[in-house]
């Protein structure tokens, strides 16, 4: 791989853990009033654990006020959005290794990136669905990027999800039930359309048998490890699925890499993985319209 997209993305990187320091970046609620399902929980502080040793990631949990954290490329912009669902069992999310990281290396190819704090339905005490709360976020958030999309520069053709282990669930779920829009809906952005025109699935928790995929759903890219069992098994399946309702999709297994990599500045695992699936992924943005080579 030549020095040059080596160090662009370690910079990246290591800006976004500087700013991941300072302040999540611009957050914007999902609901200025509050979400629907979460009034019990309102007032509740979120809750933020740092990485137990270098590599690990930061946890955020207790999230009862869903919102998106903003983004947005300082250089040259496509005019594409993307919303990130970050992974941790529904238990917590790793807002840096697969969120504002992420974030920050969209940004530098020209991608407007969006992190979804998203509800979490398995923590201890939880009141929330998988398909009914963090669902409903997805769907909310689609909306609200759209809604945005002049005040942010952002052609609202290009709004695409990207989820990581539970939250590529939730990224399946927003691509395979949406609608075009609620337009008797007292809330101006409930008219917008909850449907993404891509989905990128990073090592998915999901059971492709479950999914219903339709010749209009998003085009696809997945990507995980051999050796992560479960969406090994799942996202080649999913592909299948895929191909044969026609949708265009793009599959990588690494041979290695286990469960939850994400993308970081400096990982102390030996395996070339770590620093280089964001390649195949600009890649395929590339060809698809969302980024520039």
């Known amino acids: 791989m030549p020095l040059k997209l080596y160090t662009l993305l370690a910079l990246s990187l290591t800006t976004a853990s500087i700013s991941l320091a300072v302040t999540f970046g611009q957050s914007v609620p999902l609901w200025p009033h509050g979400a629907p399902g979460s009034e019990a929980m309102a007032g509740k502080p979120e809750v933020i654990v740092p990485p137990a040793k270098p590599g690990d990631s930061t946890h955020l949990s207790s999230i009862h006020n869903p919102s998106l954290l903003v983004y947005l490329p300082k250089g040259p912009a496509t005019g594409a959005a993307m919303i990130i669902a970050p992974g941790g069992a529904h238990r917590f999310l790793s807002i840096d290794t697969e969120g504002t990281n992420v974030a920050e290396w969209l940004n530098s190819i020209g991608v407007a990136a969006f992190v979804l704090k998203y509800r979490l339905a398995r923590e201890e005490g939880s009141p929330y669905q998988v398909e009914v709360h963090p669902f409903a976020d997805a769907q909310r958030a689609i909306r609200l990027v759209r809604s945005r999309a002049k005040e942010w520069k952002l052609n609202p053709s290009k709004v695409g999800i990207m989820g990581f ?91 290695s890499g286990g469960h939850g990599f994400g993308l970081r500045a400096h990982d102390p695992r030996p395996n070339v993985i770590y620093s280089t699936w964001a390649l195949r992924l600009q890649d395929w943005m590339a060809d698809v319209g969302m980024s520039k080579q």
């Open 165 to 255: 282990s539970a939250g590529g669930e939730i990224a399946v779920l927003a691509s395979t039930r949406y609608d075009s829009g609620k337009p008797d809906a007292a809330d101006p952005i409930e008219h917008e359309s909850s449907k993404p025109d891509y989905q990128i699935l990073i090592y998915p928790g999901i059971h492709a048998e479950k999914v219903e995929v339709t010749k209009d759903t998003p085009p696809t890219f997945l990507l995980c490890a051999d050796n992560d069992k479960g969406p090994a098994l799942a996202i080649p399946e999913l592909y299948l699925a895929l191909k044969k309702v026609g949708v265009p999709a793009e599959l990588h297994i690494y041979a």
